[in-house]
């Protein structure tokens, strides 16, 4: 199972929206509605902030938002912050009842 | 509350194996899958399997197949995950995550680093 695709790096100025894509196949992303997001602070564990593609955790800001279309999910970052810098992971279930994780995508604040 | 604690950091030789363990509560144990993933420094997350406490399923990513044993302890709410035939390569940073089957991970473990060195 490859990983899936997502920018290495995005970056944005504080009160402006980003967008990470997060591109995968019809046997991940493509054929289930259980694309995860997850924000990773240096030295933290992952936090979960998007789940089902557009659900969000309670505590979670508003601020984040998930979609997906056909193969490729994206996770909109709006009025951005100082503290969103932290790289972002998105994840799928799989065909074959395995996970799968996204490559990784550093957001830096301006 | 919800906590996952894992064992504390490990130092093994090239062809050895390790075992880190993660004990739940602050809820059911066996109403959630749990999930390990793996960081290497400076790299990115890495799913490596799942268990199912509720009857011990497993399943593991093709590339840990034949590696990587997960058991678990029902009477103390903890799960094992074992690899074997360590490499240098295996040096990361070890998590067990609460979930559904899917990795939707909303608990996490503190980590468990893992040194491979000769």
């Known amino acids: 199972q490859s990983a899936l695709t997502q920018p290495a790096s995005v970056s944005g100025s504080p009160g402006q929206s980003i967008s990470i894509s997060c591109t995968g196949a019809n046997s991940d992303v493509g054929g289930y509605n259980y694309v995860s997001w997850f924000q990773q602070h240096p030295g933290k564990a992952p936090k979960l902030i998007i789940y089902?593609?557009?659900g969000r955790p309670s505590g979670v800001s508003n601020r984040f938002s998930g979609s997906k279309s056909g193969n490729t999910a994206s996770l909109t970052i709006s009025g951005l912050q100082a503290e969103d810098e932290a790289d972002y992971y998105c994840s799928s279930y799989t065909s074959s009842a395995r996970g799968v994780f996204g490559g990784g995508t550093k957001l830096t604040v301006l | 509350q919800v906590q996952l604690v894992q064992s504390g950091a490990d130092m093994k030789k090239p062809g050895a194996s390790v075992k880190v363990s993660c004990r739940a509560s602050g809820y059911t144990f066996t109403d959630f899958y749990i999930h390990w993933v793996r960081q290497a420094p400076g790299q990115g997350l890495e799913w490596m399997g799942w268990?199912?406490?509720?009857?011990?399923?497993?399943n593991s990513a093709r590339d840990f197949q034949g590696r990587v044993t997960m058991t678990r302890d029902t009477s103390i709410n903890t799960v094992y995950m074992e690899l074997t035939g360590l490499r240098s390569d295996d040096t990361a940073v070890y998590y067990c995550a609460r979930g559904p089957l899917w990795p939707q991970l909303d608990y996490w473990g503190q980590g468990t680093l893992v040194t491979v060195s000769s």
């Open positions: 268990m199912k406490p509720q009857n011990g399923a497993t």
């Open positions: 089902n593609v557009t």
